[in-house]
């Protein structure tokens, strides 16, 4: 820590204090690890949706489906979660460098 003060008088920039790990009542310490396990979740689905919708598209192109509605809603589900997550990337994006011109 003393070569981040050091480095802040040098620089100008000064440093930040120390950040109190005393949590909120209710929010437990693996928060983050929660959060990545949702988006890792969240993600997996994704995945397996595309392909769930890929694998409907190859039956529709051999002629083995039956029913090609099965084909179109597959596909229309795996295109609105696909726009979904691009969506939410991309506001996590904003947001992150929205905080990053913040100044102290």
Request: charged content about 10%; overall charge negative; proline content about 3%.
């Amino acid at each position: 820590m003393s070569a981040v003060a050091a480095l802040g008088a040098v620089s100008g920039v000064i440093a930040p204090s120390p950040v109190s790990t005393a949590l909120s009542p209710g929010v437990s310490a693996s928060g983050g690890a929660d959060f990545a396990n949702v988006l890792g979740q969240g993600l997996a689905n994704l995945q397996d949706t595309q392909t769930h919708a890929d694998q409907l598209g190859v039956q529709a192109a051999t002629g083995d489906l039956t029913d090609v509605h099965d084909f179109m809603i597959a596909s229309t589900q795996a295109q609105l979660a696909t726009d979904l997550t691009v969506t939410l990337r991309n506001k996590a994006l904003e947001s992150f460098n929205e905080i990053m011109r913040m100044q102290a």
